[in-house]
């Protein structure tokens, strides 16, 4: 059964809840169907998480600017270079199911349809189901709890404009690059790919913001 702090956060990473929003905790109770003394710890956890931010009077879900954005990106560029170096590793030595690099290749070609179906929402899903599982490939836990979390607030702060905006086909050939760097336990290849696909989404925000002006989101996949 899910808790009150699984249910907010969920909420919160679909864009149910969006950034700014207040969360009140007597209102919460009420909709959840529970005390308020859970919705408080649910609000503690998430305030620890980096989900939750005090505005002085209470909490909403947090806000990242452009530069807390970019450091985020830049941190989940490097962790995700290291569990595809290991998870490649992992492979070169026999240790990774060939049933686990189907399952990889599965969701990357779940993304691509969701992507040129212009489902984005679903485009996001398993785009991030996608380097989850390489993650977990990697078998580093606390490094894949680290990264899983910058990958919630991530997705609450470019929810809004997660449209691919041209970039939809060259993260799928990213994908594959991966894919096949991982296959042939190439770790140094798999950890350039995996570091340029999230610096490069960094670039499409960049030249995004030339062409429109500053914006707090990522546009395009990420």
């Known amino acids: 059964m899910s808790t009150a702090y699984d249910r907010l956060r969920r909420r919160m990473v679909i864009g149910e809840i969006a950034p700014g929003h207040p969360l009140g905790e007597v209102h919460l109770a009420a909709e959840l169907g529970v005390s308020r003394p859970t919705v408080?710890?649910?609000l503690r956890r998430l305030e620890s998480d980096g989900l939750a931010e005090s505005?002085?009077?209470g909490l909403r879900v947090a806000r990242m600017d452009e530069h807390q954005l970019r450091s985020a990106m830049l941190m989940r560029a490097s962790l995700e270079a290291l569990h595809a170096e290991l998870a490649a590793r992992r492979v070169a030595a026999g240790e990774v199911a060939p049933a686990h690099l189907r399952h990889l290749r599965e969701l990357a070609d779940e993304a691509e349809r969701a992507t040129d179906a212009r489902d984005f929402?679903?485009?996001v899903q398993?785009?991030?189901s996608f380097h989850q599982a390489i993650d977990a490939l990697a078998d580093c836990q606390v490094s894949a709890v680290a990264v899983d979390r910058l990958w919630d607030r991530i997705v609450i702060a470019t929810r809004s404009s997660l449209q691919p905006g041209g970039r939809g086909d060259v993260v799928n050939q990213e994908h594959r690059e991966l894919l096949d760097a991982l296959g042939a336990g190439d770790a140094e290849k798999a950890a350039d790919v995996a570091k340029a696909h999230v610096r490069a989404t960094i670039h499409a925000a960049?030249?995004?913001d030339r062409l429109s002006g500053p914006t707090s989101n990522v546009r395009g996949s990420v």
């Open 121 to 123: 929402t679903r485009a």
């Open 126 to 128: 398993y785009n991030r």
């Open 55 to 57: 505005d002085g009077r």
């Open 40 to 42: 408080r710890e649910a």
């Open 206 to 208: 960049n030249q995004h």
